[in-house]
């Protein structure tokens, strides 16, 4: 049962443009929430949070929004950069589950020069 | 360079082998989690160390087990090695034990033959 779903697994924008992605999840115990950056080779990095007594977080060209009725968060990137290519995986936690992470399956964004 | 270090690397073991991953946690941060991605199940969790003591697991195998030291390194010990146990292994650290930002090391990758 795949509690955070990341439905495009590859996006691909224009640079200068906005990227947005995409993560729903089916627990609603889930209260908080990050985004993280992968590349290949290499460990996620993480880029940003949000908990869920929020409803935004913006943190540079970053901003993540949670829409807590629909389960749906989003993350944007304004402006896009051709370093911004990456696989990008959301992450949830939630109460009585330690520090434990449910990610999402990745989604591939690719910025074309 | 997120301040977490994993060794080794790469390995590279036979089935009914069994391997120990080692990690050293940012500066600080008390808590050590394990994760497994392989190709077609994402990053799962494995299992999460608070100052020595376990806090959460995850779907940890029977043959997989962990530990974490005084020191705070943690090592992952796997057991009877199978194919399906090929992918790659991540420590991630934080400073507390439940909804906060968890920073990866680069990973171990294991290759069972």
């Known amino acids: 049962d795949q509690q955070v779903k990341q439905n495009s697994p590859s996006l691909s924008v224009q640079e200068g443009r906005i990227s947005i992605l995409n993560c729903d999840y089916t627990n609603s115990m889930f209260d908080y929430f990050l985004w993280y950056k992968k590349y290949p080779a290499e460990g996620p990095t993480f880029l940003i949070s949000i908990s869920s007594i929020k409803d935004k977080n913006e943190d540079g060209r970053f901003t993540v929004f949670l829409n807590k009725s629909a389960k749906h968060l989003s993350l944007h990137i304004v402006p896009s950069q051709p370093g911004d290519s990456a696989v990008y995986f959301c992450?949830?936690?939630?109460?009585?589950?330690?520090?434990?992470?449910?990610f999402g399956q990745g989604t591939e964004l690719s910025v074309k020069p | 360079d997120s301040g977490v270090t994993q060794t080794p690397k790469h390995l590279i073991t036979a089935t009914g082998q069994r391997v120990t991953l080692r990690c050293s946690p940012r500066?600080?941060?008390?808590?050590v989690y394990w994760y497994q991605q392989s190709l077609d199940q994402g990053l799962q969790f494995l299992i999460q160390y608070y100052n020595g003591e376990e806090r959460a697991k995850g779907n940890i195998l029977e043959r997989f087990s962990a530990q974490q030291f005084p020191d705070l390194h943690s090592e992952l010990n796997l057991s009877s090695l199978e194919l399906g146990d090929s992918a790659l292994y991540f420590c991630?650290?934080?400073?507390?034990?439940?909804?906060?930002?968890?920073?990866f090391g680069p990973g171990t990758r294991l290759l069972v033959l």
């Open positions: 991630a650290s934080s400073v507390g034990a439940s909804k906060e930002t968890q920073y």
């Open positions: 992450a949830a936690s939630g109460n009585n589950q330690g520090g434990k992470l449910i």
């Open positions: 500066s600080g941060d008390l808590s």
